[in-house]
Nanobody, 115 residues
Framework: QVQLVESGGGLVQPGGSLRLSCAASGFFFATYVMRWYRQAPRNERELVAAISPTGGMANYADSVKGRFTISRDNTNNTIHLRMNSLKPEDSAIYYC????????WGQGTQVTISS
């Protein structure tokens, strides 16, 4: 059974940091592109960051470049999203996504940036 379980969300003040994690199971993790998406109320789901199967390449949305870092651990089947200098507009539900032979989604974790 495929599972993607996100964790690490919460309430943070503007300028703060968070580290999201996604634990994967039930598929051949090391062959999948892994991605973080986010969706704010009344907005479409948007791609935030993506990382190649080996971790050698990463891409970011322009809105988060220089502030967010995606990483993966193929030994432990996890990915992370380090988020620095957070802004209120980063508030959203963040979803983990796996893309390969299939496509899978996690349930999401809420991130709220507010003073």
């Amino acid at each position: 059974q495929v599972q993607l379980v996100e964790s690490g969300g919460g309430l943070v003040q503007p300028g703060g940091s968070l580290r999201l994690s996604c634990a994967a199971s039930g598929f051949f993790f090391a062959t999948y592109v892994m991605r973080w998406y986010r969706q704010a109320p009344r907005n479409e789901r948007e791609l935030v960051a993506a990382i190649s199967p080996t971790g050698g390449m990463a891409n970011y949305a322009d809105s988060v470049k220089g502030r967010f870092t995606i990483s993966r651990d193929n030994t432990n089947n996890t990915i992370h999203l380090r988020m620095n200098s957070l802004k209120p507009e980063d508030s959203a539900i963040y979803y983990c996504n796996a893309l390969g032979m299939g496509e899978y989604w996690g349930q999401g974790t809420q991130v709220t940036i507010s003073s």
